[in-house]
Protein backbone atom coordinates (compact mmCIF):
# COMPACT_ATOMS: atom_id res chain seq x y z
CA UNK A 1 0.00 0.00 0.00
CA UNK A 2 2.80 2.28 0.69
CA UNK A 3 4.75 1.20 -1.89
CA UNK A 4 2.03 2.14 -4.31
CA UNK A 5 1.60 5.72 -2.83
CA UNK A 6 5.29 5.92 -2.89
CA UNK A 7 5.32 5.23 -6.50
CA UNK A 8 2.54 7.46 -7.41
CA UNK A 9 4.20 10.53 -5.20
CA UNK A 10 7.34 9.76 -7.47
CA UNK A 11 5.00 9.70 -10.62
CA UNK A 12 3.35 13.66 -9.92
CA UNK A 13 6.70 14.85 -9.06
CA UNK A 14 8.41 13.58 -12.26
CA UNK A 15 5.21 14.65 -14.43
CA UNK A 16 6.24 18.32 -13.04
CA UNK A 17 9.75 18.11 -13.43
CA UNK A 18 9.79 20.03 -16.73
CA UNK A 19 7.99 23.03 -14.80
CA UNK A 20 10.05 25.54 -14.13
CA UNK A 21 12.58 24.69 -16.87
CA UNK A 22 14.36 27.61 -18.54
CA UNK A 23 14.98 28.17 -22.37
CA UNK A 24 18.18 26.81 -23.86
CA UNK A 25 20.51 29.26 -25.62
CA UNK A 26 22.42 28.80 -28.42
CA UNK A 27 26.16 30.96 -28.62
CA UNK A 28 26.71 34.25 -29.97
CA UNK A 29 28.08 32.76 -33.31
CA UNK A 30 25.26 31.03 -34.68
CA UNK A 31 24.46 33.68 -37.16
CA UNK A 32 28.02 33.41 -38.03
CA UNK A 33 27.93 29.38 -38.55
CA UNK A 34 24.47 30.19 -40.46
CA UNK A 35 25.67 32.08 -42.63
CA UNK A 36 28.75 30.17 -43.68
CA UNK A 37 26.26 27.07 -44.70
CA UNK A 38 24.04 28.90 -46.95
CA UNK A 39 26.95 30.73 -48.62
CA UNK A 40 28.36 27.15 -49.10
CA UNK A 41 24.53 26.22 -50.37
CA UNK A 42 24.18 28.78 -52.70
CA UNK A 43 28.13 28.14 -54.11
CA UNK A 44 26.80 27.80 -58.00
CA UNK A 45 26.73 23.97 -59.02
CA UNK A 46 28.09 23.13 -61.96
CA UNK A 47 26.28 23.92 -65.20
CA UNK A 48 24.79 21.15 -67.56
CA UNK A 49 27.39 22.66 -70.08
CA UNK A 50 30.77 21.35 -67.92
CA UNK A 51 29.10 18.53 -66.81
CA UNK A 52 28.61 17.07 -70.37
CA UNK A 53 32.24 18.40 -71.03
CA UNK A 54 33.32 16.18 -67.91
CA UNK A 55 32.09 12.80 -69.29
CA UNK A 56 33.33 13.85 -72.98
CA UNK A 57 36.52 14.48 -71.88
CA UNK A 58 36.34 11.29 -69.70
CA UNK A 59 35.51 9.03 -72.49
CA UNK A 60 38.23 10.59 -74.85
CA UNK A 61 41.00 9.98 -71.73
CA UNK A 62 39.95 6.61 -71.68
CA UNK A 63 40.35 6.41 -75.77
CA UNK A 64 43.10 7.70 -75.93
CA UNK A 65 44.95 5.16 -72.95
CA UNK A 66 43.09 2.16 -74.86
CA UNK A 67 45.19 3.68 -78.37
CA UNK A 68 48.46 3.81 -76.37
CA UNK A 69 47.95 0.64 -74.78
CA UNK A 70 47.28 -0.87 -78.10
CA UNK A 71 50.01 1.60 -79.72
CA UNK A 72 52.66 -0.30 -77.10
CA UNK A 73 52.16 -3.70 -77.82
CA UNK A 74 52.00 -3.37 -81.40
CA UNK A 75 55.59 -1.33 -81.23
CA UNK A 76 56.99 -3.85 -79.03
CA UNK A 77 56.12 -6.44 -80.96
CA UNK A 78 57.88 -4.88 -83.89
CA UNK A 79 60.86 -4.27 -81.82
CA UNK A 80 61.69 -7.25 -80.39
CA UNK A 81 61.43 -9.38 -84.33
CA UNK A 82 64.11 -6.45 -85.67
CA UNK A 83 66.46 -7.02 -82.33
CA UNK A 84 66.38 -10.51 -83.00
CA UNK A 85 67.77 -9.95 -86.59
CA UNK A 86 69.75 -7.45 -85.54
CA UNK A 87 71.28 -9.32 -82.81
CA UNK A 88 72.36 -11.92 -85.75
CA UNK A 89 73.10 -9.28 -88.10
CA UNK A 90 75.50 -7.45 -85.35
CA UNK A 91 77.79 -10.57 -84.75
CA UNK A 92 78.32 -11.29 -88.40
CA UNK A 93 79.78 -7.96 -88.50
CA UNK A 94 81.69 -8.42 -85.67
CA UNK A 95 83.45 -11.22 -87.35
CA UNK A 96 83.93 -9.52 -90.54
CA UNK A 97 85.07 -6.47 -88.80
CA UNK A 98 87.67 -8.09 -86.90
CA UNK A 99 88.33 -10.42 -89.03
CA UNK A 100 87.36 -13.30 -86.79
CA UNK A 101 87.03 -16.71 -87.89
CA UNK A 102 84.27 -19.00 -86.90
CA UNK A 103 85.26 -20.49 -83.25
CA UNK A 104 83.63 -23.78 -84.41
CA UNK A 105 86.26 -24.26 -86.54
CA UNK A 106 89.13 -24.75 -83.18
CA UNK A 107 86.39 -27.50 -82.21
CA UNK A 108 86.39 -29.22 -85.31
CA UNK A 109 90.46 -29.58 -85.84
CA UNK A 110 90.57 -30.57 -81.96
CA UNK A 111 88.59 -33.28 -83.46
CA UNK B 1 28.30 64.89 -51.08
CA UNK B 2 26.88 61.53 -51.46
CA UNK B 3 24.21 60.41 -49.40
CA UNK B 4 24.94 57.03 -48.38
CA UNK B 5 21.95 54.18 -48.35
CA UNK B 6 22.95 52.37 -44.81
CA UNK B 7 21.34 49.48 -43.88
CA UNK B 8 19.66 49.97 -40.46
CA UNK B 9 21.43 47.68 -38.09
CA UNK B 10 20.18 45.17 -35.45
CA UNK B 11 19.46 47.32 -32.92
CA UNK B 12 17.33 50.00 -35.50
CA UNK B 13 14.35 46.79 -36.41
CA UNK B 14 13.54 46.89 -32.50
CA UNK B 15 10.70 48.93 -33.16
CA UNK B 16 9.94 47.66 -36.70
CA UNK B 17 6.71 46.11 -37.30
CA UNK B 18 6.46 42.48 -38.42
CA UNK B 19 5.44 43.47 -41.77
CA UNK B 20 7.61 45.87 -42.18
CA UNK B 21 10.88 43.91 -41.44
CA UNK B 22 8.63 40.67 -43.45
CA UNK B 23 8.90 43.05 -46.91
CA UNK B 24 12.59 43.82 -45.90
CA UNK B 25 13.46 39.88 -45.59
CA UNK B 26 11.70 39.10 -48.65
CA UNK B 27 13.25 41.85 -50.63
CA UNK B 28 16.73 39.90 -49.31
CA UNK B 29 17.95 42.18 -46.59
CA UNK B 30 20.71 40.64 -44.66
CA UNK B 31 20.05 42.88 -41.68
CA UNK B 32 16.67 42.00 -41.71
CA UNK B 33 17.86 38.08 -41.78
CA UNK B 34 20.07 38.79 -38.76
CA UNK B 35 17.67 40.24 -37.01
CA UNK B 36 15.53 37.41 -37.65
CA UNK B 37 17.53 34.32 -37.00
CA UNK B 38 18.87 36.76 -33.60
CA UNK B 39 15.62 37.07 -31.89
CA UNK B 40 14.13 33.54 -32.77
CA UNK B 41 17.50 31.45 -32.83
CA UNK B 42 17.11 30.40 -29.03
CA UNK B 43 13.63 29.42 -29.73
CA UNK B 44 14.35 27.56 -32.43
CA UNK B 45 17.45 25.81 -30.70
CA UNK B 46 14.87 25.13 -27.76
CA UNK B 47 12.43 23.70 -29.53
CA UNK B 48 14.72 21.19 -31.09
CA UNK B 49 16.37 20.20 -28.45
CA UNK B 50 13.37 19.84 -27.02
CA UNK B 51 12.40 17.00 -29.43
CA UNK B 52 15.96 15.80 -30.22
CA UNK B 53 17.58 15.94 -26.99
CA UNK B 54 21.07 15.84 -28.39
CA UNK B 55 22.99 19.21 -28.48
CA UNK B 56 24.62 18.73 -31.68
CA UNK B 57 21.17 17.29 -33.68
CA UNK B 58 19.70 20.69 -32.37
CA UNK B 59 22.32 22.76 -33.64
CA UNK B 60 22.16 21.37 -37.06
CA UNK B 61 18.49 21.24 -37.24
CA UNK B 62 18.15 24.76 -35.80
CA UNK B 63 20.63 25.74 -38.75
CA UNK B 64 18.13 24.31 -41.42
CA UNK B 65 15.21 25.71 -39.73
CA UNK B 66 16.75 29.15 -41.03
CA UNK B 67 18.18 28.23 -44.20
CA UNK B 68 14.30 26.85 -45.08
CA UNK B 69 13.18 30.48 -43.40
CA UNK B 70 16.29 32.44 -46.23
CA UNK B 71 14.67 29.80 -49.06
CA UNK B 72 10.88 30.06 -48.11
CA UNK B 73 10.64 33.84 -46.78
CA UNK B 74 8.82 34.67 -50.53
CA UNK B 75 6.16 32.04 -50.09
CA UNK B 76 5.44 33.13 -46.99
CA UNK B 77 1.34 34.36 -46.22
CA UNK B 78 0.91 36.37 -43.07
CA UNK B 79 -1.71 34.06 -42.21
CA UNK B 80 0.41 33.24 -39.55
CA UNK B 81 2.90 34.84 -37.40
CA UNK B 82 6.24 34.87 -38.24
CA UNK B 83 6.81 33.01 -34.94
CA UNK B 84 4.48 30.33 -35.55
CA UNK B 85 5.79 29.49 -38.96
CA UNK B 86 9.28 29.17 -37.61
CA UNK B 87 7.79 27.17 -35.11
CA UNK B 88 6.08 24.82 -37.43
CA UNK B 89 8.86 24.37 -39.49
CA UNK B 90 11.47 23.47 -36.23
CA UNK B 91 8.70 21.00 -35.61
CA UNK B 92 8.64 19.58 -38.84
CA UNK B 93 12.25 19.96 -38.90
CA UNK B 94 12.30 17.89 -35.88
CA UNK B 95 10.35 15.23 -36.35
CA UNK B 96 11.53 14.43 -39.74
CA UNK B 97 14.94 14.31 -38.24
CA UNK B 98 13.22 11.63 -35.35
CA UNK B 99 11.91 9.31 -38.17
CA UNK B 100 15.45 9.72 -39.93
CA UNK B 101 16.84 8.01 -37.13
CA UNK B 102 14.58 5.39 -36.83
CA UNK B 103 14.90 4.36 -40.15
CA UNK B 104 18.35 4.43 -39.41
CA UNK B 105 17.83 2.46 -36.30
CA UNK B 106 16.01 -0.37 -38.38
CA UNK B 107 18.81 -0.32 -41.36
CA UNK B 108 20.72 -3.64 -41.07
CA UNK B 109 24.13 -2.59 -40.25
CA UNK B 110 22.75 -0.27 -37.64
CA UNK B 111 20.59 -2.94 -36.35
CA UNK B 112 23.59 -5.51 -36.09
CA UNK B 113 25.73 -3.07 -34.47
CA UNK B 114 23.20 -2.47 -32.24
CA UNK B 115 21.80 -5.90 -31.07
CA UNK B 116 25.57 -6.98 -31.04
CA UNK B 117 26.02 -5.10 -28.22
CA UNK B 118 22.82 -5.40 -26.54
CA UNK B 119 21.29 -2.02 -27.23
CA UNK B 120 17.58 -1.61 -28.14
CA UNK B 121 18.49 1.21 -29.79
CA UNK B 122 20.90 4.64 -30.33
CA UNK B 123 18.06 6.91 -30.15
CA UNK B 124 17.35 5.71 -26.46
CA UNK B 125 21.26 5.86 -25.99
CA UNK B 126 21.50 9.11 -26.44
CA UNK B 127 18.62 10.29 -24.86
CA UNK B 128 19.56 8.86 -21.27
CA UNK B 129 22.73 10.83 -21.01
CA UNK B 130 20.93 14.25 -22.23
CA UNK B 131 20.58 16.63 -19.79
CA UNK B 132 18.57 20.13 -20.69
CA UNK B 133 20.63 22.97 -19.62
CA UNK B 134 17.38 24.76 -18.38
CA UNK B 135 17.07 22.69 -15.78
CA UNK B 136 17.20 22.57 -12.06
CA UNK B 137 19.79 20.95 -10.77
CA UNK B 138 17.68 18.48 -8.28
CA UNK B 139 15.06 17.78 -11.64
CA UNK B 140 17.66 16.81 -13.89
CA UNK B 141 17.44 12.75 -12.93
CA UNK B 142 13.57 13.34 -12.90
CA UNK B 143 13.11 15.04 -16.23
CA UNK B 144 15.70 12.65 -17.87
CA UNK B 145 13.12 10.02 -17.27
CA UNK B 146 10.39 11.93 -18.51
CA UNK B 147 11.57 13.03 -21.51
CA UNK B 148 12.47 9.21 -22.23
CA UNK B 149 8.84 8.90 -21.42
CA UNK B 150 8.04 11.73 -23.66
CA UNK B 151 9.54 9.69 -26.50
CA UNK B 152 6.59 7.16 -26.51
CA UNK B 153 4.19 9.17 -27.03
CA UNK B 154 2.46 9.51 -30.04
CA UNK B 155 4.39 12.29 -33.02
CA UNK B 156 1.08 14.50 -31.74
CA UNK B 157 1.19 14.27 -28.33
CA UNK B 158 4.57 14.76 -28.10
CA UNK B 159 4.99 17.65 -30.15
CA UNK B 160 1.69 19.14 -28.22
CA UNK B 161 3.51 18.42 -24.75
CA UNK B 162 6.92 19.64 -25.72
CA UNK B 163 5.57 22.78 -27.29
CA UNK B 164 3.65 23.71 -24.10
CA UNK B 165 6.30 22.30 -21.29
CA UNK B 166 9.76 22.25 -22.88
CA UNK B 167 9.31 26.10 -24.66
CA UNK B 168 6.32 27.48 -22.47
CA UNK B 169 4.04 27.86 -25.48
CA UNK B 170 0.53 28.88 -24.32
CA UNK B 171 -2.72 26.51 -25.75
CA UNK B 172 -3.82 29.50 -28.21
CA UNK B 173 0.03 29.04 -29.40
CA UNK B 174 0.70 25.48 -29.44
CA UNK B 175 -3.07 24.98 -31.30
CA UNK B 176 -1.61 27.80 -33.78
CA UNK B 177 1.52 25.86 -34.79
CA UNK B 178 -0.21 22.60 -34.70
CA UNK B 179 -2.73 23.88 -37.05
CA UNK B 180 -5.73 22.80 -34.23
CA UNK B 181 -8.61 23.90 -32.03
CA UNK B 182 -7.62 24.79 -28.46
CA UNK B 183 -10.02 22.23 -27.44
CA UNK B 184 -7.91 19.65 -29.98
CA UNK B 185 -4.93 20.48 -28.02
CA UNK B 186 -6.41 20.15 -24.62
CA UNK B 187 -7.64 16.78 -25.36
CA UNK B 188 -4.32 16.07 -27.08
CA UNK B 189 -2.38 17.37 -23.72
CA UNK B 190 -4.73 16.15 -21.18
CA UNK B 191 -4.46 12.08 -23.19
CA UNK B 192 -0.39 13.08 -23.52
CA UNK B 193 -0.20 13.18 -19.21
CA UNK B 194 -2.22 9.86 -18.92
CA UNK B 195 -0.18 8.31 -21.13
CA UNK B 196 3.04 9.66 -19.48
CA UNK B 197 1.26 8.76 -15.73
CA UNK B 198 0.93 5.11 -16.77
CA UNK B 199 4.53 4.76 -18.52
CA UNK B 200 5.90 6.46 -15.46
CA UNK B 201 4.23 4.11 -13.26
CA UNK B 202 5.20 1.42 -15.17
CA UNK B 203 8.73 2.62 -14.79
CA UNK B 204 8.73 2.58 -10.98
CA UNK B 205 7.08 -0.76 -10.27
CA UNK B 206 9.92 -2.00 -12.13
CA UNK B 207 13.09 -0.01 -10.81
CA UNK B 208 10.75 -0.65 -7.62
CA UNK B 209 11.05 -4.48 -8.37
CA UNK B 210 14.73 -4.10 -9.51
Redesign the interface.
Known amino acids: MG?KKH??H??E???H??????????DDF??S??QA??EQ?NEPALPQQSREFGFAFSVAAVVLILILNVASIYIHGNYTATEESSVVNYEEQLMADYQLFDLSYYTQTEE | MSVSTQIPSFQNFKKIKESELLIRLQQGDEAAF?HL??TH???V??TC?GFLRNHHD??DI??EV??KV?DSIGDFREDAALSTWIYRIAVTKSLEQIRYRKRQKRSGFFKAISSFFGNEGAEEVDGSNFM?????LE?KE??G??FGEIEKLTEKQRTAFTLQ????LSYQEVADVMKMSVPAVESLLYRA?EN??KQ??DY??QN?MD
Do not use: C, W
Not at chain 1, 17 to 26: P, V, W
Not at chain 2, 165 to 168: A, R, W
Open positions: SIEEVKTLALDRIERAQTFYRLKIQ | KVNKDQYNLAEAQFMYHPGLENRAILKVEGRLKLHYQE
